[in-house]
């Protein structure tokens, strides 16, 4: 039994309530300013010894989530702080997620995706005046345009195993510096010889082969699976506005500083952006000396157990091979690259020998598509999250989002093929180009998701086969043009390639994680 408890007051308070919890309360009775006890038949009901006084002036509830947020130290990989991983964290609001250290990280990757693009675009606005003063053939200016991806085939495979085993942070900050070198080095490569100019774009397409296995690296260590598509949306929404930067800007700058202007001024906009990356971001959400504690122990909350241990420096490719799953990816890429290099590289020159318009208004034409593509992929990205949210099967999510983006721009092709007017082809082009970024919610996020320790290398070997389709599309075309005489042949051929790789997808795609450390 309790005896009396002697309380002394602050002077001036008004009577209060003293509450345990809900069910189990004790009120006093009386509390008198001048007397210093409480009454002798005060109620009391004990069963815990933590209680809460709540002041009937000071009722407001504050939420933690609103007050000054821990930080974690970066000193090691660990955080200092313990999570329990069986709770369930709440979903973050808007502004917080846009405000998070994990969208800052996301926007540093568009960025660089997008100087990426950019740098790879300026030469199909150069290349027509390159032809000109040379006096090169459209087939020799498809080999030029090509010889970016002569590097591009060699280091996915390696890259996405170094991002595997080292990260994203390094190996990106590694192949921006050596694409903007190559950027910058372009013009003096053109005016040197036609074998330093080959050996330049090829060691462009070197470089950027890490870009993409980096980016699915940081958005599979920083974002949970019902951020991804979002985050994926982002980062490819820098990708596609480095088209449009790099086909509007380009013109505008060769008549300012000559054919070497845009590759100069890209490139040490490259060189710029490392210094900041290497400053500013981490590697994994437990380095980050920026990070809250409210935002790590969300993603880690999120995050499967076993999920982000780090892979073999030597992939287990046999195995990786073995899977439909892991063709299914394969062929979405190949198809994928086929008509992004075909569109990239060729649009400008179509719209200037189908429709006769300079080239300025060639690269708007392109670049507007590009724009869109930005946008639709983002929104693309939250349409998918909210499908797995509202708790449909990421199987089927993938498979709906790659359909649309497969079976849309092939639709489109036919109608860009049909076109009269420049506006209603570039009309058609910009549905095609829209749609086509939905497959970003699809093959793109599934390398995450059926392999997260190994989806550097199943990127890389996706885009090393990517890429053997984009030459043989991007010089396909060129040969394609001078012996038919068409370019909406080769459209055709192309949309019917599209419906082919959907179908494909459709039946051996998987959004299940799959075990590729298994004997075989």
């Known amino acids: 039994m309790y005896s009396p408890a002697t309380v002394t007051p602050p002077s001036g308070f008004p009577p209060a309530t003293i509450l345990q919890n809900p ?3 004790r009120t006093i009775k009386s509390f008198s300013k001048s007397s210093s006890s409480f009454s002798s038949n005060s109620t009391l009901q004990t069963s815990k010894p933590t209680i809460q006084i709540h002041h009937e002036a000071c009722r407001t509830r504050i939420s933690a989530r609103f007050l000054p947020k821990p930080r974690v130290s970066s ?10 991983e069986d709770e369930e964290a709440s979903e973050p609001s808007f502004l917080e997620f846009i405000t998070s250290e994990r969208v800052k990280v996301v926007a540093m990757v568009a ?5 990426c693009n950019a740098d790879r675009v300026v030469m199909s606005v150069a290349i027509v005046p390159l032809s000109q003063s040379r006096g090169w053939s459209q087939a020799f200016a498809g080999v030029v345009q090509s010889s970016f991806l002569w590097g591009y085939m060699i ?14 942070k390094i190996v990106m900050a590694c192949g921006v510096a050596l694409w903007s070198m190559a950027t910058f080095l372009t013009p003096w490569a053109a005016d040197h010889s036609l074998l330093a100019l080959l050996t330049m774009r090829a060691l462009l397409g070197v470089a950027e082969g890490v870009a993409l296995p980096c980016m699915n690296n940081m958005i599979a260590r920083w974002f949970p699976e019902t951020e991804r598509s979002r985050a994926v949306g982002l980062a490819m929404a820098g990708f596609q506005l480095g088209s449009a930067i790099g086909l509007t800007l380009s013109p505008i700058l060769m008549s300012q500083g000559g054919v070497g202007g845009p590759f100069i001024i890209f490139g040490l906009s490259g060189f710029l952006w490392v210094l900041v990356w290497v400053s500013a971001t981490s590697s994994t959400p437990e380095r980050s000396p920026q990070i809250t504690k409210y935002e790590l122990e969300y993603i880690q909350s999120k995050r499967k157990k076993g999920q982000m241990k780090t892979a073999k420096i030597i992939p287990p490719f046999r195995r990786l091979l073995s899977k439909l799953p892991t063709w299914s990816l394969i062929v979405a890429n190949s198809m994928h690259s086929w008509g992004f290099f075909v569109i990239l590289s060729w649009m400008p020159v179509y719209f200037k020998t189908i429709y006769h318009v300079d080239l300025r208004q060639a690269a708007w034409f392109s670049a507007v598509p590009w724009s869109m593509m930005a946008l639709v992929g983002y929104l693309a990205g ?8 509202s708790g449909m099967t990421i199987t089927l999510t993938r498979k709906i989002m790659q359909s649309i983006g497969f079976v849309g721009p092939g639709i489109a092709l036919i109608g860009l093929i049909m076109a009269k007017s420049p506006v209603v082809a570039s009309a058609w082009l910009t549905l095609a180009v829209g749609l086509k970024s939905f497959s970003h919610c699809g093959f793109l ?9 190994y989806s550097g290398v199943l990127h890389g070997m996706s885009n ?11 010089v396909g075309a060129g040969f394609f043009v001078e012996l038919v005489g068409s370019f909406q042949g080769f459209l055709l051929l192309t949309s019917l390639l599209y419906f082919s790789a959907a179908l494909f997808w459709n039946v051996f795609s998987t959004g299940e994680r799959v075990n590729f450390d298994e004997g075989s």
């Open 23 to 25: 069910r189990k309360t």
């Open 445 to 453: 996020v599934n390398l995450q998701e059926i392999a997260p320790q």
């Open 75 to 84: 000193d090691d990989a660990q955080p200092r702080v313990s999570v329990n």
């Open 155 to 168: 280091s996915p495979i390696a890259g996405g195993t170094l991002v595997d085993y080292y990260g994203g």
């Open 464 to 474: 090393t086969a990517g890429t053997l389709a984009a030459i043989l599309g991007t």
């Open 382 to 389: 939250v349409f998918s999250d909210k499908l797995i949210q």
């Open 111 to 115: 960025l660089a995706l997008a100087l």
